[in-house]
């Protein structure tokens, strides 16, 4: 393998090979100061991944795929999106959006389906991007909540 070590706060000392790092080439909203970052796959929750920096080993994004929540999400990138990240069809768009878990309660866990990020898996370019006027949400709740038991004995 052709890799590289990198320190992270999240997992330590990581080795990865150099044709895994995806390149952000404005970075990414917050952090656009950074522009290389590797996909690092949660334990045990093969739903979600880590947008890991490259060269911040604090800065590690929760994201997942949102097809796996919402079947009828759909993306439709306008056509300066797509020749920016080099994409010749949709195989090569690999979708994801961030994920925060409000003070640690998983079940309230929220995903930002208006920002996407899209990554061009060939390439390995990748970039946030708005979907203006989709009607998406910044904090659309991941998981159904529970009905609550006083409610449901009414």
């Known amino acids: 393998m052709n890799g590289m070590f990198i320190e992270t706060t999240r997992f330590g000392r990581l080795e990865i090979a150099i044709d895994r790092i995806i390149h952000f080439p404005n970075g990414l909203p917050g952090f656009e100061r950074l522009r290389r970052f ?10 979600f991944l880590w947008l ?3 060269d911040a080993p604090e800065v590690a994004l929760l ?4 097809f796996a929540f919402f079947p009828d999400y759909s993306v439709d990138l306008p056509d ?10 949709p195989e090569e768009a690999l979708v994801l959006t961030t994920v925060s878990i409000p003070g ?6 929220t995903t930002n389906l208006l920002s996407p990020i899209v ?3 060939t ?7 708005i979907l203006t006027e989709s009607g998406y949400s910044l904090k ?9 038991r006083e409610a449901a004995a009414c």
Request: hydrophobic share 35%.
């Open 38 to 47: 590797v996909l690092v796959p949660e334990k045990d929750l093969p739903e």
């Open 80 to 89: 300066e999106e797509v020749r920016e990240l080099g994409l010749r069809g």
């Open 104 to 109: 640690r309660e998983v079940r309230s866990a």
């Open 123 to 129: 390439l390995r370019r990748g970039r946030q991007v």
């Open 140 to 148: 659309q709740q991941l998981f159904r909540r529970a009905p609550d």
């Open 63 to 66: 994201v997942t795929d949102p």
């Open 119 to 121: 990554i061009n898996v």
């Open 52 to 54: 890991q920096a490259v």
